[in-house]
């Protein structure tokens, strides 16, 4: 059986859906943001797939790329943001973090 | 002077007493003596511009001469009107006796008066009256003269009530004003009945028109009838006489001036002035009104103890006398009257004040004596009812002479000979009762002591007008019947085809209406025929040789009659009330039905209250039931449903709709609120949830694009 384009996009999916779930179920930040990164790998296999595939071009490996760059940034602001909300509130369980409802 | 200037000193006789009114009405009380000072002043400068025009006059000695001067005060659509003066003869005497009369009797109020509460009222108004009674004399057209006609009687209803905490004088000053309006209803019907058909108000316009296309038949005369109805009313003629001696409520010196010199005349000058506007039927219904009101006013005046109201009547007498002139064709000779009664008249009242102001009653029978106390209320009165009576060589004589000449030919050019025989008892019985007040009043002994003792002669300030009114009452006739003496330089009647020629060139709607159309031809004949007879005539009552005959005739007849029947008077009553020859109180009780006949005014005042009274005051109590029943459920019923509007929109429209909406509005929003917090839970995770179920829910939907 030869590896296609469905298989691809089959990971992706995949990697996808576990870090939608990741961020939805998981209660610690830090786990949700390991989702995060779970969601934009997933993301990152369709480019390269779509790049390889579809486009013969390497706009997508570009956008790869970028992504990664941004994902590092974002982690790195998120943390930021995780540490001070553990500063702030004693945890860094996000459902107890709801000040803003009340 | 010029005609600008003769205008000018008119215009100044009328301001001239308007200005006193003004500045001692608005500033009489911050004035000095509160301004009594200011009216006297300048009515005195009045008489003297009065007496300009007079002597201006009198040196023309033109009675045809005219001045007339006006402009434009109304112009409405089709309608205009013009305010001006017309200056004649006529003008020129009444300005001097209205200003005189009102001169002195702003002299004589200043003692008489004295100490009233409301003295400088009392002077504006006295400015007030004269003002409009030189706008009555000054007028040069029916409207202005309607204008100033009401205002002499606003002025009068003022004076009458001057005291108008007395209830008599309160109703006395009502009284005058309602039967006032009875007459001026029919002088304003005449005077628009009139304005209908010659488009003009003008009194020369109006009589040239009068002479090309004269009104026809019955208008004419019932037009002459409702101008004479404001005669009857002002001029106190009978029926509507009652308000006159009512009128005697008001300060004497006020009877004076209004109700017996001027404002009463007016009435009568109104009558001279418009003369050519009456028709032949409609002078012998003011023949008649008049004689009947002479003999009226003589009879009531003999039983009459108080001393102005026998006055008063006297005065209705007269000014029945004068009526009756202008009916019978002698309007010079009522005219002349209305002069000489003027200054014997207001004198009579003036010296009944001064008696007044002395003893403190009006009642005849408390007097007595009283020559000896007030030698110079005595003389003049006394010479007063000598020219009142009839006596040769005062003034009285020579004018009421001239209207029984006048009454006389009348009646013997085959007309009625009634209006002669009323005249000619009523001046028998004048001379009676006359002298029955001089004896009643000033000689004799006296009657109450006390009042006798405190009695005292007036100041200066009122006993030089009776003596200035005396020597008027002798000589302002000039011993000469009116033909003959200064007065015909005054007043003749109208040169008719003169005024027509100057005035009549005015357009005229009459003229140009169908039926009317054919008077031409008639007006010329008419007008050739009034030119020939004028060239005739000697003087002014004359209408050719034949009448000359007739009135010298009628003239040396009734000087006979009438000197007769002054003396005849006279004696009676030297007999009665001095002589005691015989008992006027057994006459009284013999005579008792005649007696309280005429001690009750021939029940005039009754008759009215059980007729005209009563029919008005029943119509009043139906228009105030109508007024209760069906305005006020009118006004009531609409106020209940407009009730019940506001309790249907403001309890159940506005409380359910209205606020329903505003609150259903809020609560709606509210539920949404309460709804959707709920979504918000501030939990990222959950938002995150619903945006991929919506993603999912959109790919499913969008699927098919």
């Known amino acids: ?69 941004l994902a590092a940034a974002e982690a790195a602001v998120a943390l930021a943001i995780v540490l001070a909300m553990f500063r702030n509130f004693g945890t860094v369980h996000v459902d107890s973090v709801d000040s803003l409802k009340q | 002077m010029s005609e600008h200037a003769i205008l000018w000193t008119a215009l100044s006789v009328l301001l001239l007493p308007m200005l006193s009114y003004v500045i001692i009405f608005f500033f009489g009380k911050m004035l000095p003596r509160k301004g009594d000072w200011v009216g ?21 000695g033109d009675s045809q001469l005219r001045y007339e001067g006006g402009f434009r005060w109304l112009d409405v659509g089709q309608f205009t009107a013009d305010a001006g003066m017309l ?24 003692g008489y008066m004295h100490g009233d509460r409301r003295y400088e009222r009392y002077f504006a108004f006295l400015g007030f009256f004269t003002f409009s009674m030189m706008g009555i004399v000054l007028a040069n ?85 409702g101008l004479f109805m404001g005669c009857i009313g002002k001029s106190a003629q009978a029926p509507l006489h009652i308000w006159l001696p009512d009128a005697m409520e008001g300060p004497t010196p006020v009877s004076a001036l209004i109700h017996a010199a001027t404002m009463v005349a007016a ?7 418009l003369l050519p506007l009456f028709d032949p039927n409609a002078l012998l219904v003011i023949a008649y009104i008049g004689s009947i009101t002479a003999i009226l006013g003589a009879t009531i005046a003999l039983v009459k103890t108080d001393i102005k109201k026998s006055l008063a ?31 014997f008249k207001a004198l009579l009242f003036l010296g009944a004040g001064s008696v007044i102001h002395a003893v403190h009653t009006q009642e005849m029978p408390l007097m007595g004596g009283l020559r000896k106390k007030m030698p110079i209320t005595f003389v003049t009165f006394f010479i ?37 025989i009323l005249a000619l008892a009523a001046a028998g019985i004048t001379a009676f009762y006359m002298f029955r007040m001089l004896f009643m009043t000033f000689m004799g002994k006296p009657r109450d002591e006390e009042r006798y003792s405190h009695a005292h002669e007036s100041p200066w300030t009122m006993s030089v007008p009776l003596m200035v009114l005396a020597v008027l009452a002798i000589v302002s006739a000039g011993w000469k019947g009116p033909a003959d003496s200064w007065f015909s330089k005054f007043v003749t009647s109208y040169d008719l085809p003169a005024i027509t020629a100057e005035y009549g060139h005015q357009e005229n709607h009459i003229v140009e209406s169908d039926h009317h159309v054919v008077v031409d031809d008639h007006a010329v004949v008419h007008v050739e025929e009034h030119a020939t007879s004028e060239s005739d005539a000697a003087h002014g009552d004359s209408h050719g040789d034949a009448h000359d005959d007739v009135s010298h005739k009628a003239h040396s007849m009734a000087m006979v009659m009438s000197i007769a029947i002054a003396g005849l008077g006279i004696f009676l009553s030297w007999l009665a009330y001095m002589k005691k020859a015989f008992s006027t109180e057994a006459i009284k009780t013999r005579l008792n039905p005649v007696y309280k006949v005429l001690q009750n005014k021939y029940y005039f005042d009754e008759i009215y209250a059980a007729t005209v009274y009563k029919f008005v005051l029943g119509l009043a109590w139906l228009n105030a039931a109508f007024d209760r029943v ?57 938002y995150l949830l619903y945006v991929c179920t919506s993603i999912v829910i959109l790919v499913f939907v969008f699927r098919a694009l």
């Not at chain 2, 200056?87 to 702003?106: E, K, P, Y």
């Not at chain 2, 209705?316 to 005219?335: E, F, R």
Request: aromatic residues 14%; glycine residues 12%; proline residues 1%.
């Open chain 1, 1 to 69: 059986m030869e590896v296609g384009l469905a298989h691809y996009l089959t990971v992706g999916a995949i990697l996808f859906s576990l870090g939608i779930f990741a961020v939805m179920t998981r209660r610690n930040a830090v786990a949700l943001l390991m989702g995060v990164e779970l969601i934009l790998n997933g993301a990152n296999v369709n480019f390269v797939a779509f790049s390889r595939y579809v486009e013969t071009s390497i706009d997508g490996h570009l956008m790869a790329a970028f992504v990664i760059v």
């Open chain 2, 40 to 60: 006297v002043t300048l009515l005195g400068a009045t008489l003297v511009q009065a007496v300009r025009i007079f002597v201006h006059f009198w040196q023309m």
């Open chain 2, 87 to 110: 200056v004649d003869g006529m003008t020129a005497i009444m300005l001097v006796v209205v200003s005189l009369v009102s001169f002195l009797v702003h002299l004589f109020s200043v």
């Open chain 2, 141 to 225: 057209g029916l409207l202005f003269l309607y204008v100033f006609w009401e205002l002499v009687g606003l002025a009068s209803y003022l004076l009458i009530g001057f005291f108008f905490h007395k209830p008599t004088a309160a109703d006395a000053n009502k009284k005058a004003f309602l039967t006032n309006r009875v007459g001026d209803f029919g002088f304003f019907i005449g005077i628009m009945i009139f304005f209908t058909a010659y488009g003009t108000f003008n009194y020369m316009e109006l009589f040239a028109q009068m002479q090309l296309a004269p009104l026809t038949g019955a208008l004419l005369t019932w037009a002459g009838v």
């Open chain 2, 267 to 273: 009435g009568v000058y109104m009558v001279a002035r």
């Open chain 2, 313 to 343: 009547f006297s005065t209705i007498s007269q000014l029945g006398y004068m009526v009756m002139a202008m009916g019978v064709g002698a309007s010079a000779a009522g005219m002349f009257h209305l002069t000489t009664h003027a200054f």
């Open chain 2, 384 to 420: 007063a009812t000598l020219a009142i009576s009839g006596v040769p060589f005062f003034s009285g004589f020579y004018s009421k002479d001239a209207i029984l000449a006048g009454a006389l030919a009348f009646g013997m050019q085959g007309k009625t000979m009634i209006p002669f």
């Open chain 2, 630 to 686: 069906v305005i006020d459920g009118i006004v009531n019923g609409s106020a209940t449903v407009t009730k019940i509007g506001g309790w249907i929109t403001g309890s159940i429209f506005d409380r359910y709709v209205v606020d329903g909406m505003v609150n259903g509005v809020g609560n709606l929003i509210q539920g949404a609120g309460q709804g959707m917090r709920r979504v918000q839970t501030g939990r990222v995770q959950t």
